[in-house]
């Protein structure tokens, strides 16, 4: 009987060691599992804060490109419109000076007009024939010239008088002297010049604005108008001397391009017409009849339409001499020489 209950004790004693160890194994395992929850939630806070964090970071890029381009797209705006209120402060300018000009021509008219008319007082008719008595006295003079004489005394003061007006109306020409490889453009300008351009010059901001400023001077210095004689050779250092079927004497130059820092490339020939704009800009003409002007001037000499770069130059040349005549306007009303732009020719 005590060995019976020996053996039941020491089996009890082994089953609650057993149930303890398994109890203990147990109690663990959950600690390990509530620890790797804890864990785990832990984990997911940090990756949800992250995401968090990216999201937020993502949208303030996102705010700050969309500022960017708006801040950029109000800078493209705001040069837009200074850009055109300069072009139509020019305009306005070109269509003050128009009007002056059509006055300054009718104040011409009066003036011939009011000279005739004392001339016509100050030498009485001859009784005779009814001609004045100085006319009178020239044709009585020249009844004694033969026909073949009048005809020559016709011509040569014919051929004087175009010579005169063509040279009163250019002051510039063709010329084929080349100027020095140090010249700038504006002293080429100034000396009737032309450059010989390496292909894919560039011609820097600075000196190309100086060039600008002699060409704008020399066309602002006489009071020209659309049909003057010698226009069709205004020309500027970019000029190429190439020939066409009116001219095939002209030497024949190559046609380089020509880099403008700042603005484009093109070939000589095309900024060569900045001139051309200039000149129309200043007689009074619209643009519109600069382009016709060019348009007609490629298809009768040239035999072919003006190219878009030649019409660029000429709208660029037109734009900036208004844009240079108008601040010399408002320098003369700074100085006080002037009141208004209405009065600035």
Known sequence: LDSNILWGTGAMTLLGAALAGWEAQRR?????????????????QKELEANLARKAAE???QANQNQHMEDKMNAIDAADEAEWNRVQSALDLRAVLAAQARQDGQNQYMDNK???IDAADDYPVDSTDGTPKPLGSLVKSLA?????????VVIVLAILSVVGLAWEARRRHRSSNECLPNSTLANCFNDQGIMSFENNESITTSEFE????SLYQDVDYYNRNPGDWGRVE?????????????????????????????VSCSRQSAVNYIGQGAYSADSGETLEDALRRVENWNELVHAHSASDEELYWTTYGYNNYLVYKQKQCEE????????SLGECK
């Open 332 to 339: 003369l009303i700074e100085q006080g020489q002037i009141t």
């Open 59 to 61: 949208r303030a890029r």
């Open 114 to 116: 009011m000279s005739a």
């Open 144 to 152: 004694t010239v033969s026909g073949d004489g009048i005809l020559l």
């Open 210 to 213: 100086e060039f600008q400023i």
């Open 234 to 262: 205004y020309d500027t250092p970019f000029y190429d001397g190439n020939p066409n079927f009116m001219m095939p004497w002209t030497e024949k130059r190559p046609d380089k391009l020509v880099c403008i820092e700042g």
């Open 28 to 44: 663990k395992r959950a600690e390990e599992k509530a620890r790797m929850e804890r864990r785990a939630r832990k984990d997911r």
